[in-house]
Structure formats: C-alpha cells, structure tokens
C-alpha cells in the first residue's frame, strides 16, 4: 500500500487501545489482496514459517478480512479469527461462510477462549497497533498448547528510523514512540496509528510472557514480484519493511 512519511504524535486513544479499521476496511481490504507489501511479501513469508500446518488448530489473532485465515484453512488447519473491527469481519464472513469461527474481539483484552485451546497463533501486523504487548502476550501464552507457536509479524524497527532520518528528523531508535502514518489505499487515503519500539524491547516482551525466540527472519518478496512490481521490488528486497517471528510456549 502506498505511505507517506511517519510522523511521531503525542499519545492517542487510537495508539493506546489499537487500531480502528471500520473507516476504511474495505479499501485496505482490497489493497491487501494484490499489494506488493502483503500479497507477494508478508502473507507468503508467514505462510512459509507456518510450514505444514494439517490439523492443527490455528487463532488468527487480528485476522482483518480473512486472507490469512483463508490461506491456513485450505492447507487444512482449523482456525478461529479474531479482530477489533465489525466491518472487517464482515468482510471476513462473506470470503469465509457463515460456518467459520470469527469473533470481535480486542486484542487489549482478555481472549474468550480457555487455556491451551490452539496449537498456533498467528499475529501478521498486528502486535504494533499497541502500547503495551505485556497482557497480550500473556493471553496469547496463555491459549496456547505447551510447545504451541506464536507466529508474528511487525513494522520492522529500522524501516521507519530509516525513513525519518532521510527526512531529516532525529528519532530515538531506542524510544518506544507513537507514530502516525498517511496511508494511500485503492484511492482512499486514512490515517494510521502505531508504535515503534526497538528489537530488545520485542524479544524482552516476548521472554517476559513465557515464550523462546526460536526464529527472527527478514525475509525476500517472492520471486513473482520482481516482474509484477519493477519499481517497487528492489526498495523492499534490500530493505526489509517487516520483521518476522516465530516463538514458542515453553
């Protein structure tokens, strides 16, 4: 999806509690099905760390419009989604079918499930729309199987560090900052709220809710979009956007 420069903000509702993608659901809905950055990058990379996932029973935590979800059914997972946003679970629905198990639910919140109900969580861009990653995290453990995976993609630390520093602006890496973004999708532009934080800060939340680091990946767009994207592709294959994760419940 296209972006405008990130610009750090005082603190906002938005920024503490999430995000709220009901204004423009079905604009960035649309996007993510083609764009480079989703279609041929993040959705491939985290299908590929899920590998054979047959069987297992899956929460897409912050599943949007099911793409995702889509992706793991077909590889004949059983998978639940949850997201904060009404309109994109309508969405959702009308992809997934009226039998399939998808729920409002805050991330910030508790989770309406009992312990150690899947054997995978996946998280795709998710985990930056919030402050504080210590409650969630430990619900995400806590509906989690012992051994269980957590598998989680976020705004890549240095991408938007990089940004700003060749905007002439002097963040603190080490800061972890609010950030506001314009973003441009099929023609609708809308604001977007996130938070930054360094790498440390993400494997010390992760330690500190009861999961191992088992991978930390940084992976390429698929070959596919060399020749779909010219201009874009050799931005994002020298210079990753996302970092990706997967951690275990021990």
């Given at each position: 999806?296209?972006?405008?420069?990130?610009?750090p903000?005082?603190?906002?509702?938005?920024?503490?509690?999430?995000?709220?993608?009901?204004?423009?659901?079905?604009?960035?809905?649309?996007?993510?099905?083609?764009?480079?950055?989703?279609?041929?990058?993040?959705?491939?990379?985290?299908l590929?760390?899920?590998?054979?996932?047959?069987?297992?029973?899956?929460?897409?935590?912050?599943?949007?419009?099911?793409?995702?979800?889509?992706?793991?059914?077909e590889?004949?997972?059983?998978?639940?989604?949850?997201?904060?946003?009404?309109?994109?679970?309508?969405?959702?629905?009308?992809?997934?079918?009226?039998?399939?198990d998808?729920?409002?639910?805050d991330?910030?919140?508790?989770?309406?499930?009992?312990?150690?109900?899947?054997?995978?969580?996946?998280?795709?861009?998710?985990?930056?729309?919030?402050?504080?990653?210590?409650?969630?995290?430990?619900?995400?453990?806590?509906?989690?199987?012992?051994?269980?995976?957590?598998?989680?993609?976020?705004?890549?630390?240095?991408?938007?560090?990089?940004?700003?520093?060749?905007?002439?602006?002097?963040?603190?890496?080490?800061?972890?900052?609010?950030?506001?973004?314009?973003?441009?999708?099929?023609?609708?532009?809308?604001?977007?709220?996130?938070?930054?934080?360094?790498?440390?800060?993400?494997?010390?939340?992760?330690?500190?809710?009861?999961?191992?680091?088992?991978?930390?990946?940084?992976?390429?767009?698929?070959?596919?979009?060399?020749?779909?994207?010219?201009?874009?592709?050799?931005?994002?294959?020298?210079?990753?956007?996302?970092?990706?994760?997967?951690?275990?419940?021990?």
């Amino acid at each position: 999806m296209g972006r405008m420069p990130s610009v750090p903000e005082e603190d906002s509702q938005a920024a503490r509690r999430g995000y709220d993608y009901d204004s423009f659901a079905e604009a960035y809905s649309a996007e993510n099905e083609t764009s480079l950055l989703n279609a041929y990058y993040e959705r491939p990379a985290t299908l590929e760390l899920a590998g054979d996932v047959r069987g297992r029973r899956i929460l897409d935590a912050g599943c949007g419009s099911g793409p995702l979800f889509q992706a793991l059914r077909e590889r004949g997972a059983a998978v639940t989604g949850v997201d904060a946003s009404p309109r994109m679970l309508e969405l959702a629905r009308r992809r997934l079918g009226a039998e399939a198990d998808l729920r409002v639910v805050d991330l910030a919140d508790p989770l309406p499930f009992p312990d150690g109900a899947f054997d995978d969580v996946v998280s795709s861009l998710v985990l930056h729309y919030l402050r504080d990653w210590g409650p969630t995290l430990a619900e995400l453990r806590r509906v989690l199987r012992t051994g269980g995976r957590l598998i989680a993609s976020v705004c890549h630390p240095l991408a938007e560090y990089c940004v700003a520093r060749l905007a002439g602006r002097r963040p603190d890496y080490f800061a972890t900052a609010v950030v506001t973004e314009e973003w441009s999708m099929s023609g609708q532009v809308a604001p977007v709220t996130y938070w930054h934080r360094p790498l440390h800060a993400m494997t010390d939340a992760f330690t500190a809710a009861g999961f191992r680091v088992s991978v930390i990946g940084e992976p390429q767009p698929v070959p596919a979009a060399r020749e779909l994207f010219p201009d874009e592709f050799p931005l994002l294959a020298t210079a990753p956007s996302f970092l990706f994760f997967v951690l275990r419940a021990d």
